[in-house]
């Protein structure tokens, strides 16, 4: 059994995966189309457990203290290649215009499309205005629609890959690991991400929920 958001409306996820995102990933597919996934995650340095079983107690070491390291990243729907800003505090609406920047940049005069979630500061009207600037076609996920947001699996095989069951003494060690394992999603990681980025999205099916 799986926890989905209690919000969430499984009519207007297949109405958008139908009608919206299936469309934009075939022209991606065909190439005439950029598609990438926008997302932000936040780690912080704090112990990350994955699955321990033991018949005895184990203690882990752990870190102390809360410091963040975040990552607003871009996720090519087609190739996997990912585009990256990153912060030792927060990520905000200048994150995201620069991210957009790094985009058209790479893309170069192709068609580009953006799909990003409705955090406030990807809704708002510096972001709406660079978009426009740059010719960059911006696409909202209806609400509580994480599983519609591809990028959504690379931040879990991150955790699993580097994060789960490890010790970082320092915090240059833990954001060096988590910035090696992003640079390597289109070459090292590629063929066991194949799986996990594969564009293809399940929705909240009402007979999913339990009262």
Known sequence: MKSVPAAAKPEEQEAFLVETLEPLIHEAQQGSRQLYFVDAAHFVLLPF??????????FLRGSSGRKRF?????????????VTITDHAYINALSVCALLEKLRASCQDLSLT?????????????????????????????????????????????????????????????????????????TTHRNSLNTWLNPKFQTFERGCFQP
């Open 49 to 58: 457990l994955g699955y321990l079983y033991s018949k005895t107690v184990r």
């Open 70 to 82: 975040s990552v607003l990243g871009a996720l090519n729907a087609v190739t996997q290649e990912l």
């Open 114 to 186: 953006v799909v990003m979630d409705n955090a406030r500061y990807q809704k708002c009207t510096a972001v709406s205005e660079t978009a426009m600037r740059l010719n960059i076609q911006g696409v909202f996920l209806p609400p509580y629609s994480p599983n519609l947001n591809l990028i959504e699996r690379l931040w879990k095989f991150v955790k699993k890959q580097v994060l789960y069951n490890k010790f970082y003494s320092n915090y240059d060690h833990f954001c060096t690991a988590i910035s090696d394992c992003l640079k390597e999603t289109h």
